[in-house]
């Protein structure tokens, strides 16, 4: 009897607001993971793999949090503050403690799966603490679907604002700090709503909690600060933009004599030797092409590509499809990729569509195209192996004229050789009649291409003549030279890249880990 005033001081608090810090919990619980398949999918790619690792060590620490949670037997409301402000500390702090560690990759995983992990245990202490402190006040069936209905809920908010809200407004390390306030508004909120409760000093815990607060209130002040921090030293040279998109990370950087775009930490071009790939990739095309009016660009959204098709005056319209506006609008928020691409994205006969390449083939009912030059990242996720799957090339052919040519970037065939033929032989199996070839690119190395037309074609002798200007690298000598592969690069044994399989992924992981032009 003699805990019956103690009991009777909780009835009367606002158990209901109890239920508010489950949804909280939820919600800043299932963010913490999001945010981890996040970055390791950034750094290590493969976002499915990085993902079904992330969840099931988030999902077994969880089950070690519940099963530590036994081991607590008295004063449970100030042991379930101390794991409030401790999530608020470990997941308030794990974006920018992931982003310092980009540059050591030896040490980037074990940070990551052990952050992951402390902060799965932590949050599954949390539940079976505040249930068993609701004990009393409730029928357990009642209590048991209140709770359950309430940390479901705070997951379906959380997976909603996260791709929504938090990462295109917010960024990653911002989020993480933020939602790390919360945690700890919840633990310092927590100290009065379980105050009659509360063994000990509740100045103490409060304490602590202005502390926490205060310390992710100064690393939300310095969040770009602690980002750039990270980034100057995953990045040889100076970052003079970034941004972080809700597709990917770009960061733009810059030397003496060039600047450098980078995606996810991957390198993408470099505008002292672009021309060389950009040049490989059209004109063979529209050599083989040279009366093409109507061209499709699918990726390209730096306008490098689209660049070299303007040159053409028999080029009408030019359709661009890429997934990312932050790509498309990437010329205008920094002006020197406008002046490379020489504002190739404002002229008249180009319509840019932010869309997903195969969702926009699926619906597309346009007029058909003379030309497609296919510029997409290597495929080092499957959302992007997707798009070299024989799905994604028959779909191609059903909005393209009996005479197209294609013209599409296929990676290194030096180090991801069997990525490279991979590529060759899913759109043959497609139905094209596909011609490799390569060039020397300084800043990728020896990097791989492919024409491909319905039917067999002779290969381009010489450039077109009707483009407004020649081209800096490309001459009819070293055009003929590009079709010849050298023993090092032959054909080998491949799968065909199919949606139910998409092994073009595994090769490329397997071929390049995380290096390469992704």
């Known amino acids: 009897m003699a805990d019956r005033p103690v009991r009777d001081s909780l009835n009367r608090a606002p158990v209901a607001l109890l239920y508010l810090?489950?949804?909280?919990?939820?919600?800043?619980g299932l963010i913490y993971e999001l945010l981890a398949g996040t970055l390791a999918s950034y750094v290590l790619g493969d976002s499915v793999t990085q993902f079904s690792f992330i969840i099931g060590v988030y999902l077994s620490a969880?089950?070690?949090?519940?099963?530590?949670?036994?081991?607590?037997?008295?004063?449970?409301?100030?042991?379930?503050?101390?794991?409030?402000?401790?999530?608020?500390?470990?997941?308030?702090?794990?974006?920018?403690?992931?982003?310092?560690?980009?540059?050591?990759?030896s040490w980037f995983q074990p940070i990551l799966y052990g952050i992951v992990f402390g902060?799965?245990?932590?949050?599954?202490?949390?539940?079976?603490?505040?249930?068993?402190?609701?004990?009393?006040?409730?029928?357990?069936?009642?209590?048991?679907?209140?709770?359950?209905?309430?940390?479901?809920?705070?997951?379906?908010?959380?997976?909603?604002?996260?791709?929504?809200?938090?990462?295109?407004?917010?960024?990653?390390?911002?989020?993480?700090?933020?939602?790390?306030?919360?945690?700890?508004?919840v633990g310092l909120w927590g100290t009065q709503l379980l105050r009659p409760i509360l063994q000990g000093s509740v100045r103490g815990l409060q304490i602590r909690a202005v502390i926490v607060i205060v310390l992710l209130t100064v690393g939300l002040i310095k969040a770009d600060r602690l980002t750039s921090l990270a980034e100057d030293r995953l990045f040889n040279n100076p970052i003079v933009y970034s941004t972080t998109s809700p597709y990917q990370?770009?960061?733009?950087?810059?030397?003496d004599r060039s600047f450098q775009l980078y995606l996810n930490g991957n390198l993408q071009f470099n505008s002292f030797d672009e021309y060389r790939y950009h040049e490989a990739?059209?004109?063979?095309?529209?050599?083989?092409?040279?009366?093409?009016?109507?061209?499709?660009?699918?990726?390209?959204?730096?306008?490098l590509a689209l660049r070299e098709v303007l040159k053409y005056p028999t080029v009408h319209s030019v359709t661009l499809v890429d997934i990312d506006p932050a790509m498309t609008n990437l010329s205008r928020e920094f002006p020197p990729l406008a002046e490379l691409n020489q504002h190739a994205l404002d002229d008249s006969r180009v319509r840019v569509v932010n869309d997903d390449a195969m969702i926009w083939l699926e619906s597309f009912t346009g007029s058909r195209f003379d030309a497609v030059i296919i510029d997409f990242p290597d495929p080092n996720?499957?959302?992007?192996?997707?798009?070299?799957?024989?799905?994604?090339?028959?779909?191609?052919?059903?909005?393209?004229?009996?005479?197209?040519?294609?013209?599409?970037?296929?990676?290194?065939?030096?180090?991801?050789?069997?990525?490279?033929?991979?590529?060759?032989?899913?759109?043959?199996?497609?139905?094209?009649?596909?011609?490799?070839?390569?060039?020397?690119?300084?800043?990728?190395?020896d990097w791989g291409f492919a024409l491909a037309?319905?039917?067999?074609?002779?290969?381009?002798?010489?450039?077109?003549?009707?483009?407004?200007?020649?081209?800096?690298?490309?001459?009819?000598?070293?055009?003929?030279?590009m079709f010849v592969m050298p023993r090092d690069l032959d054909p080998i044994d491949v799968e065909i890249n199919r949606l139910d399989n998409q092994s073009l992924v595994r090769y490329y992981e397997s071929d390049l880990g995380i290096n390469g032009r992704q």
């Open 21 to 28: 810090n489950v949804l909280i919990i939820a919600t800043c």
């Open 62 to 105: 969880l089950g070690v949090g519940a099963w530590l949670s036994s081991f607590i037997r008295s004063n449970l409301a100030r042991k379930f503050i101390e794991v409030e402000l401790g999530v608020a500390l470990l997941g308030g702090t794990s974006a920018p403690l992931l982003f310092l560690s980009f540059a050591q990759l």
């Open 119 to 185: 902060i799965g245990v932590l949050v599954g202490l949390e539940l079976p603490l505040l249930m068993r402190i609701l004990k009393d006040h409730l029928d357990f069936g009642d209590l048991v679907s209140r709770v359950l209905t309430f940390d479901y809920i705070g997951a379906l908010v959380a997976s909603l604002m996260f791709p929504i809200f938090l990462v295109p407004r917010l960024g990653l390390v911002r989020t993480s700090l933020v939602f790390g306030l919360l945690n700890a508004a």
């Open 249 to 255: 990370r770009i960061v733009v950087t810059r030397d």
């Open 281 to 303: 990739l059209v004109h063979p095309a529209l050599a083989v092409a040279p009366q093409a009016s109507n061209v499709l660009i699918l990726g390209g959204g730096d306008g």
């Open 381 to 445: 996720t499957f959302a992007l192996g997707k798009l070299y799957t024989t799905r994604f090339f028959r779909l191609l052919l059903q909005h393209v004229s009996d005479d197209v040519v294609v013209s599409i970037q296929c990676t290194t065939p030096l180090v991801a050789r069997r990525s490279y033929w991979c590529i060759i032989r899913t759109m043959e199996a497609a139905g094209f009649t596909v011609r490799p070839y390569h060039t020397a690119v300084p800043s990728f190395g």
């Open 453 to 481: 037309r319905r039917r067999p074609f002779e290969l381009p002798l010489q450039l077109g003549t009707g483009a407004n200007s020649s081209p800096r690298y490309l001459t009819n000598e070293l055009l003929a030279t």
